[in-house]
């Protein structure tokens, strides 16, 4: 093993010892405290958590994502190596069907080794407007076309790794035309109501994240745009 292997599984080691480690431990979280929601960085608290990049490298690029090693500043003084997935972004769409189907994908993921059930989705490219990669990947994928396009919400999949943000949009006044699925892409597409497809998430049989979130976020603005029924005794 050379110097510089050596020095690469040093610093991979330290990585892994600041990962729930309690080497040096001796800070406490913050004391519970009942207030209303504040998002974050927005308390002035926030500040003295925050970590200082020290430098960047990118270990590695891929055609989808690229790795990117930081060497950060903890906010006690200490070091630590960070292992960053850099990603575009992504968009997602609930498609929401006149008579209360959402439009599903089945298409079989490398990383599990399965098909999944998930809503249509794919990457932003360079520059790309997220309302406009919406509507793209809807019809690419389902052969759906939409005339309303309305943002629900954004989502990081997973900040403990990656700077991925899926932005999510429903879709509805659906129509038909033709799908065009990436070269690498084969999806079987299902229509499923709305009200089957929460109780799939509720019990377990739909892991998707985006897919999770875009469910209830479906269903909790149906909820609301629903009118008050008062029943009288």
Known sequence: MTQKDTG???DTVEAFTYDGGRV???????????RGFVRG???????ALAERPLTEETAWTGRIFSVSR????MPDGREAVRDVVRHPGAVAIVALTDDGHICLVRQYRTALDRVTVEIPAGK???GEDPLAAAHREL???TGFTADKMAYLTSIASSDGFTDEVIHL???????FTSSNPDDDEFINVDLVELTELVDAVLDGRV??????VGALACDAVARRLAPDVSTED
């Open 8 to 10: 690469e599984l040093m």
């Open 169 to 175: 949009y429903m879709a509805t006044g659906l129509t």
């Open 139 to 141: 019809e690419e994928e």
């Open 70 to 73: 930081l060497h950060v500043q």
């Open 41 to 47: 960085n927005d308390d002035p608290r926030d500040a």
């Open 207 to 212: 892991e998707d994240a985006k897919t999770v």
């Open 124 to 126: 932003l490219e360079p």
């Open 24 to 34: 040096n431990h001796d800070h406490k979280s913050g004391e519970p405290e009942r």
